[in-house]
C-alpha cells in the first residue's frame, strides 16, 4: 500500500499550529481540562475526524472518540490517541500531536478507500496533565474503567469541583463511570520524547519500552502568621521558612538516587504579604522513578526528613496524596509492531524508557499498549518552545500507519 505520509504531516502541522487558538490565555497556549478553550477544541476535533470519515462523539468525561469501521463491522479496535489538554504555557505538540495523528492516520486508509480487518479508535483524551484539578489522567481512568471514586469531588484553584466542571462542560458525572472502552485489541500513543535523547543519537523516532511510575502529593505546612517587624527570629514558625528547607530535603534525597526525580512545582504562600510572617504554604510534590519500590521508599523518606523539619520548627505538615501511576511496561507485542514498522521505514531500531506520564500507562490496564516517541528540539517541553520538524513529523505518521495496517487483532 503507497501512502501520502508527507501531505498527511504537512496537514498535521497546520493542524497543530492552528488548534494553538483553543486556549484560555491569549497570547499563550493554556488548555486546561473542560474549560471553554478545551471545550472547542473538543468539537474541533470532533469535526475533522468526522470530515476523516469517521463517527465522533465527546463522551460522558469530556473525551473525544471517534471510530473509523473495519471491513466488517463491530471488529475489534486498535484504539489510537493522546491528550488535548495542555499544561499553562505550554508547548503545542505535548499530547495534540499524537491525538490528532490519529485522524492523519484513518486518512491515509480512507483516501485509499481502504478497510482494515480491525476498526481504529481515535481518542483525544481530558485530563492527562492534572493542571486544573488535583486528578490526573482522568479521561483515560474513566476509558479503562478506572476512575477513582473521590475523582468528582477535586477541585481546582477557584473551588469548582471536577463534577460541577463537567456538568457545566456538557458531561454526566454519573454516567462517567461507565464510560469504559469494549472491544480494545490494543493501544498506540505517538508524543514527542519530552527529552533530549533521540536528538543526541541523532535518530526520528524511538519505541518506548517503559514509562517511569509517579506519585504526586499536596503538602500544607502550617504555621502562625505575625507581624514581621516584632517577632524575633527565634520565636518565629513561619511555614515558609519550614517549607523552604522541606524542599531543599526533596532535592537532597532525589540526587541521592540515580534515575529518581522529584519536583516541587507550585508552591502558594497566606496570607502572601510583605510584611507578614507566612502562616501557611503550601506545596506540590511530584516523585517519579521507573522502578516503584525506589519510589515508593523516596516518598516515604521525603515523608519522615518533613515531619523532623516541621517537630523541630514547630509547625504541622499534612501530606495528602493526590495521585499515584505505578511504572508501565510497554506490551511486547505493541512493541515489536513499532519496532517492524521503524525498520520497514529503513529507519534504526532504538527503544527508550519515557520519564514522563502518559494515558499510555493507564491504558495499560484496558489493553496491550505501546508508544512512539519522536524527536523534540532540545528535549525541550511544557515550554512553548517546543519544536518538532515536518521531516521528523512524516516520519511519525507514516510509522504510525504502517502499524496501523500490519495490526492483527
Ligand atoms: C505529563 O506531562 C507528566 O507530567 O508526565
Ligand atoms: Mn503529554
Ligand atoms: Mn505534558
Given at each position: 500500500m503507497e501512502f501520502d505520509a508527507a501531505g498527511a504531516a504537512r496537514r498535521l502541522m497546520t493542524r497543530l499550529d492552528d488548534f494553538c487558538a483553543f486556549t484560555d490565555e491569549p497570547g499563550k497556549l493554556?488548555?486546561?481540562?473542560?474549560?471553554?478553550s478545551y471545550r472547542a477544541a473538543c468539537e474541533a476535533f470532533a469535526r475533522l475526524a468526522e470530515a476523516a470519515g469517521m463517527s465522533a462523539r465527546i463522551d460522558a468525561i469530556g473525551n473525544v472518540r471517534a471510530r473509523y469501521e473495519g471491513a466488517a463491522p463491530h471488529a475489534p479496535a486498535l484504539m489510537i490517541g493522546s491528550h488535548i489538554d495542555t499544561v499553562r504555557d505550554a508547548g503545542r505538540y505535548d499530547g495534540n500531536l499524537g491525538a490528532l495523528a490519529g485522524i492523519a492516520v484513518v486518512e491515509q486508509f480512507r483516501q485509499r478507500g481502504v478497510r482494515l480487518d480491525h476498526a481504529?479508535?481515535?481518542v483525544a483524551f481530558g485530563d492527562e496533565e492534572g493542571v486544573r484539578f488535583s486528578t490526573a489522567m482522568t479521561g483515560s481512568r474513566a476509558l479503562s474503567g478506572s476512575l477513582s471514586a473521590s475523582?468528582?469531588?477535586?477541585?481546582?484553584?477557584?473551588?469548582?469541583?471536577?463534577?460541577q466542571a463537567l456538568t457545566a462542560f456538557g458531561g454526566d458525572p454519573e454516567r462517567a463511570y461507565s464510560c469504559r472502552a469494549r472491544d480494545v485489541?490494543?493501544?498506540?500513543?505517538?508524543?514527542?520524547?519530552?527529552?533530549?535523547?533521540l536528538e543526541a543519537k541523532g535518530l526520528a523516532l524511538g519505541v518506548v519500552e517503559a514509562i517511569n511510575g509517579a506519585t504526586r502529593l499536596l503538602v500544607t505546612v502550617e504555621g502562625l502568621a505575625g507581624h514581621a517587624g516584632c517577632v524575633p527570629m527565634e520565636l518565629r514558625r513561619d511555614a515558609v521558612a519550614a517549607a523552604a528547607e522541606m524542599i531543599l530535603a526533596v532535592e537532597e534525597r532525589a540526587r541521592a538516587e540515580v534515575d529518581l526525580v522529584a519536583t516541587v512545582g507550585r508552591l502558594e504562600v497566606e496570607p502572601g504579604a510583605i510584611n507578614v510572617i507566612p502562616g501557611l504554604a503550601r506545596f506540590s510534590l511530584d516523585v517519579r522513578s521507573p522502578r516503584d519500590e525506589w519510589r515508593r521508599r523516596a516518598v516515604s523518606d521525603i515523608h519522615a526528613?518533613?515531619?523532623?523539619?516541621?517537630?523541630?520548627?514547630?509547625?504541622a505538615a499534612v501530606f495528602l496524596p493526590v495521585h499515584e501511576a505505578p511504572a508501565y511496561a510497554c506490551d511486547l507485542r505493541v512493541v515489536a509492531g513499532l519496532d517492524r514498522a521503524l525498520a520497514g521505514l529503513g529507519q534504526p531500531a532504538f527503544r527508550l524508557p519515557s520519564g514522563a506520564g502518559h494515558d499510555t500507562m493507564v491504558m495499560g490496564g484496558l489493553a496491550p499498549s505501546g508508544m512512539l516517541f519522536v524527536r523534540c528540539a532540545g528535549g525541550i517541553s511544557h515550554n512553548p518552545a517546543e519544536a518538532i520538524t515536518g521531516e521528523d513529523c512524516e516520519l511519525a505518521v507514516a510509522a504510525m500507519t504502517r502499524f496501523a495496517a500490519e495490526f492483527r487483532a
Amino acid at each position: 500500500m503507497e501512502f501520502d505520509a508527507a501531505g498527511a504531516a504537512r496537514r498535521l502541522m497546520t493542524r497543530l499550529d492552528d488548534f494553538c487558538a483553543f486556549t484560555d490565555e491569549p497570547g499563550k497556549l493554556t488548555r486546561l481540562y473542560l474549560s471553554p478553550s478545551y471545550r472547542a477544541a473538543c468539537e474541533a476535533f470532533a469535526r475533522l475526524a468526522e470530515a476523516a470519515g469517521m463517527s465522533a462523539r465527546i463522551d460522558a468525561i469530556g473525551n473525544v472518540r471517534a471510530r473509523y469501521e473495519g471491513a466488517a463491522p463491530h471488529a475489534p479496535a486498535l484504539m489510537i490517541g493522546s491528550h488535548i489538554d495542555t499544561v499553562r504555557d505550554a508547548g503545542r505538540y505535548d499530547g495534540n500531536l499524537g491525538a490528532l495523528a490519529g485522524i492523519a492516520v484513518v486518512e491515509q486508509f480512507r483516501q485509499r478507500g481502504v478497510r482494515l480487518d480491525h476498526a481504529i479508535e481515535v481518542v483525544a483524551f481530558g485530563d492527562e496533565e492534572g493542571v486544573r484539578f488535583s486528578t490526573a489522567m482522568t479521561g483515560s481512568r474513566a476509558l479503562s474503567g478506572s476512575l477513582s471514586a473521590s475523582a468528582m469531588e477535586s477541585r481546582d484553584r477557584d473551588g469548582v469541583t471536577l463534577a460541577q466542571a463537567l456538568t457545566a462542560f456538557g458531561g454526566d458525572p454519573e454516567r462517567a463511570y461507565s464510560c469504559r472502552a469494549r472491544d480494545v485489541a490494543a493501544f498506540v500513543e505517538l508524543h514527542i520524547e519530552q527529552g533530549p535523547v533521540l536528538e543526541a543519537k541523532g535518530l526520528a523516532l524511538g519505541v518506548v519500552e517503559a514509562i517511569n511510575g509517579a506519585t504526586r502529593l499536596l503538602v500544607t505546612v502550617e504555621g502562625l502568621a505575625g507581624h514581621a517587624g516584632c517577632v524575633p527570629m527565634e520565636l518565629r514558625r513561619d511555614a515558609v521558612a519550614a517549607a523552604a528547607e522541606m524542599i531543599l530535603a526533596v532535592e537532597e534525597r532525589a540526587r541521592a538516587e540515580v534515575d529518581l526525580v522529584a519536583t516541587v512545582g507550585r508552591l502558594e504562600v497566606e496570607p502572601g504579604a510583605i510584611n507578614v510572617i507566612p502562616g501557611l504554604a503550601r506545596f506540590s510534590l511530584d516523585v517519579r522513578s521507573p522502578r516503584d519500590e525506589w519510589r515508593r521508599r523516596a516518598v516515604s523518606d521525603i515523608h519522615a526528613a518533613c515531619i523532623a523539619i516541621a517537630a523541630r520548627r514547630k509547625v504541622a505538615a499534612v501530606f495528602l496524596p493526590v495521585h499515584e501511576a505505578p511504572a508501565y511496561a510497554c506490551d511486547l507485542r505493541v512493541v515489536a509492531g513499532l519496532d517492524r514498522a521503524l525498520a520497514g521505514l529503513g529507519q534504526p531500531a532504538f527503544r527508550l524508557p519515557s520519564g514522563a506520564g502518559h494515558d499510555t500507562m493507564v491504558m495499560g490496564g484496558l489493553a496491550p499498549s505501546g508508544m512512539l516517541f519522536v524527536r523534540c528540539a532540545g528535549g525541550i517541553s511544557h515550554n512553548p518552545a517546543e519544536a518538532i520538524t515536518g521531516e521528523d513529523c512524516e516520519l511519525a505518521v507514516a510509522a504510525m500507519t504502517r502499524f496501523a495496517a500490519e495490526f492483527r487483532a
